[in-house]
């Protein structure tokens, strides 16, 4: 059995997600997947599950979503303190006896458990990211992108994460595209829709080039892809006259890791101009490349 449908049929029972207090009552899996954490309190973690449990359920078919929002009391209607009493009401919507609710709200928790850890079809990946960070003035990035497109494609979205926030990172596209939409994901991530200059069939390659102003320039680089990327080459230029000696090399780490002084990081020295390259293979998604300094 999925951990996912583990952790459902045990948290149906009883008040479901109104049970105080309901974080005891999260299993692993449904607490990673409504992102729920070791600081929630009660109230914060029941808004999560409830919108992530409704979420999913509004996928399913008529039959199924009723009788899942009542297992897991989602509805105003479906408050009753006891399971069998929320099975008892969906039967009545159903007209249909309690065996077959029971059934039903089986296949309902299979069917999410299954949706929730699908990942949808990448639409693009990286083969290539060229970086250059260039700390000798005003502080630019400057990223050469070759991807290559999964499906058939008429823009693409690009993300950026900033530790300072993300309100003064300016962003342009060079070449390879026209900036339609700027998005902000969330206090410190933004991401910006680039319209192609002409549709990508699946399987073609093409390459853009953006350039960023962030301000201020947080002490790291990292790229931290979610879909595949094969190989990322990062170049960071410091002042000439006043440069540090090395810096620490981020190979594949969590992202809260990134700047966490209590993990050790292999240093990478600078040359004698005061500049550092270096370059990752077939990157991970989901964790960070780059330097720190």
């Given amino acids: 059995m999925h951990p996912l449908t583990t952790d459902l049929k045990a948290l149906r029972r009883g008040r479901a997600v109104h049970t105080t207090p309901l974080p005891p009552r999260l299993g692993p899996a449904l607490r990673a997947l409504c992102a729920v954490t070791d600081t929630d ?72 458990a299954q949706l929730a850890t699908t990942r949808p079809r990448q639409s693009w990946h990286t083969d290539e990211l060229h970086a250059v960070v260039s700390l000798a003035g005003t502080p630019e990035v400057f990223e050469f992108r070759r991807v290559v497109a999964d499906t058939d494609l008429t823009e693409i979205t690009l993300g950026w994460s900033a530790k300072t926030g993300v309100e003064d990172l300016a962003i342009s596209v060079v070449h390879g595209g026209t900036l339609v939409e700027r998005t902000r994901k969330s206090r410190n ?27 201020p320039m947080h002490p790291l680089y990292v790229c931290t892809p979610h879909t595949p990327c094969t190989t990322f080459s990062l170049r960071v230029v410091f002042p000439p006259t006043h440069f540090p000696t090395h810096a620490l090399l981020l190979d594949g780490v969590p992202p809260a890791e990134v700047d966490d002084d209590f993990t050790t990081h292999p240093p990478i020295p ?3 101009t005061g500049q550092l390259a270096t370059t990752f293979t077939n990157l991970t998604p989901h964790l960070s490349y780059g330097v720190r300094w």
């Fill in 189 to 215: 991530r933004v991401a910006a829709t680039v319209r192609l200059p002409a549709p990508l069939r699946a399987g073609q390659p093409h390459t853009i080039s953006v350039r960023l102003h962030p301000d």
């Fill in 270 to 272: 600078t040359d004698a």
């Fill in 41 to 112: 309190d009660d109230v914060t973690a029941r808004d999560k599950v409830i919108a992530k449990l409704t979420e999913l359920a509004g996928r399913l078919p008529d039959d199924l979503r009723l009788c899942f929002t009542a297992a897991f009391a989602l509805s105003e209607q479906t408050r009753q303190p006891f399971y069998a009493d929320r099975l008892n009401w969906a039967g009545s919507e159903l007209k249909r006896e309690s065996r077959t609710i029971r059934r039903r709200v089986d296949e309902g928790i299979t069917s999410v």
